[in-house]
Structures are given as C-alpha cells and as structure tokens.
C-alpha cells in the first residue's frame, strides 16, 4: 500500500468502498494534481484511473510523482465544473480538498457534473470544510459561510458547511455514509481541521 | 486491498503510518477477535501478526476469516490488562474499538501494557467514544463519563472521554495525530458514533 498524507486518508475509506462494489474499475479524480496524488492507491489496485486539474503547477507535480513510480495517470488540465467526458462513462469520481475552493452554487455546478459521468450506482466521494474547521471565519464572508481568504499569497474563496448542509447537492444519491473529522493534533501539519465526508451511490 | 467495515477503516491511517517508518514489521492487536479482524490488512502487507483477545467466541470467528483467506494472525486468549508478551517486543501496537469496555483507570493500566510491550520509537493506536457519540448519557452513569450499558444482553461498562481527556495515557507518547470524527449518516450501521483516534509514538 502505498503512504499518504494524514489529511487525504479518508481516500482509504473511499477505496474501500470502491473495492467492495462489483464496477468496473474506472476511476475520475476531480483536482487529480499535487505531489502526493491519491490516485496512486487506486493505480496500484488495478483501477483504470483518470484526473482533471486546473492548474498547470499541480499537473507537474503529478507527473513527477508518476515518473518517479512508474505510473500513468491519465491527468489531463481543465475545469471540474465543465468536465470533459462523456455521460456515465465511470463507475467511481472522487474530489479530495478540492471542490470547496469556489463558491457553493458553483460546487452544486460541478457536483452535477460528477453526477453526469457517473453511472447509475456508481460511487462518489468529496469532502467539505466544516464550521469547526480552524479557517472558519477568517477573511471576508461573501455569502453565508463562504469567505474569501489568503491562499499562497493569492485571494481564494472557501466554502464551509454545517453538519448536513451539504445534503443539498446529493439528491440523486443515496447516502452511504457522511463522516465529520476533526484533526485536534496534527504532527507537522495545522490543528482543528475539521472536514465533513460524503460517500453516496447514484440512484438507479 | 482486503475490505474493512466502515466503523474499521481509521486501521488504514495507521496502517499507513506503520508502514512510513521503517520499524520492523511486528505488529500486536489487543482485542483481535471478531468476524473482520483488522490484523488482516497488516498480514497481507507482510506483517509477522499477534493477537490477544479475552472472548472465546470472538476468537472463534477470527480464526474462521484466517481458514477462509488462509492466513494466521496468531491470536492468544488472554487479557489485554496483563499481556503475556515480553518488554519492548513489537514495533506497532494497536487496539480498535474495545479498550473501552472497561473503566477509565483499567484503560490505562491497558495502555501502559501496550506501552511496556513496545520498543522505544514504537508506534501506538487506539480510539474512545467521545462525548459527542450516540451512545453517550444511556444507562447508569458509575464515574464521569462512565456508564453501565447493555450490549448483547449484558451489563458492560463503556467509558467516553472529552475532546483531548485521554492525553492523560500517554505521557511516555509524542502525538502524531488526535482525530475526532463522527459518523452523522452511515448505511446499516448506527449513526452518529462518536470516536478520537490517537496515534502516538514511544518517546526515544
């Protein structure tokens, strides 16, 4: 098995579930980039994988890490809210700190975007901020919960959500699980993230 | 990959710190019986397994999943208060939701166990109910946060902790991570299970 960071393990669980169903392993990661590509756990268990990232910074990054191990993961650059593939064409679409960096109408946009090219029953996973995420209130709140805060330097905006708020974006799914985590310590990384998890299946 | 019950999969977290170091791979459960033993995800990733459990039925059904997969965990029956194992013997040392089906001061004189059978730099994982777990409140509360429950039919005493009580186990420890997570929807199992997952490394 291959190592992540502590704040991408939930992917394990979302492998997990993958692993259980019976689809064919055909996998999208939505924000495929990053030095330590979650992708990877799906590559090295025989998953058909795909990503799409926009920034051309983290596409680089990936394939360092592919080079250097072997891999290929299908990254291609783009926008998660106009996703490139065709309708129900993967049994698996993941987003991993990720698609919260936007405003919630434009999650609720890509959201249905992963929803389209997934097939009936096929799994997704994403997470969110929660409000008891320590960035929770700092910068300036555009909309409820949203604010815009600094991120590298640059003005990003970050959405946060209460417990079940995010509910809202699943109605053609059937919940399989929703977990809050919050990391109250964190070895060399930040304190009091607090993230909200949703595993669910596309309704036949 | 071997699948894990949902309530199981922070072993991958684990797991996946166990195998960032470069300790050799001996690893003990405490509380190792059960229908999906998570020694089995060690054993598959090369680990040399043991096992200790106190239930003869819970043994059974472990080793019926080790026949079937055809592996062998080496599960003992015994106490996890007073471990049959030599000082500084394992390099990982772990117990998933059973250390609190006693009181608070039996869970540490079990971590101190765990602590003494592990070598110096060893790695250590163990969860509590939090506060915030379903079940806290329900029955007769005999200490604080200690309550006389029924579970299959019995009087058992389960033991909940606030966000970062159970720090008071580890003095010997460095904390890698303290995670609280919360299942709020969770298909075919209980909701809003509570726990913090500390994993925490021998002082040197």
Known sequence: MLSLHRRDTPVFDFLN??????????????GAGGGSPPLAIFFVEG????????????????????LKNNMDFNIIKGDMKE????DE?????????????MSKK???????EMERVLILGG?????FPSYDCVGYGEGK?????????????????????EDRE?????????????????????????????MIEYIAKKKL
Chains 1, 2 share one sequence.
């Open 17 to 30: 579930e993958c692993n259980k169903s019976n689809l064919p392993k055909k996998i999208l990661d939505c």
């Open 47 to 66: 998953y058909e994988t795909h990503g799409i990232e926009i920034l051309d910074s983290q596409i680089e990054r990936a394939e360092a890490f592919a």
């Open 83 to 86: 996703l490139p593939y065709e």
């Open 89 to 101: 064409s993967f049994s698996f679409v993941f987003s991993h700190h990720t698609i919260f960096h």
């Open 106 to 112: 434009e999650v609720g946009k890509a959201i249905q």
């Open 123 to 127: 799994l997704i996973f994403t997470n």
């Open 141 to 161: 709140e555009m909309e409820k919960g949203e604010f815009l805060q600094k991120e590298f330097g640059e003005d990003v905006l970050h959405s946060y959500y």
């Open 166 to 194: 995010a509910d809202m974006y699943f109605e053609n799914f059937d919940f399989i699980s929703i977990r809050k985590w919050i990391l109250l310590k964190n070895e060399g990384w930040v304190d009091n993230l607090g």
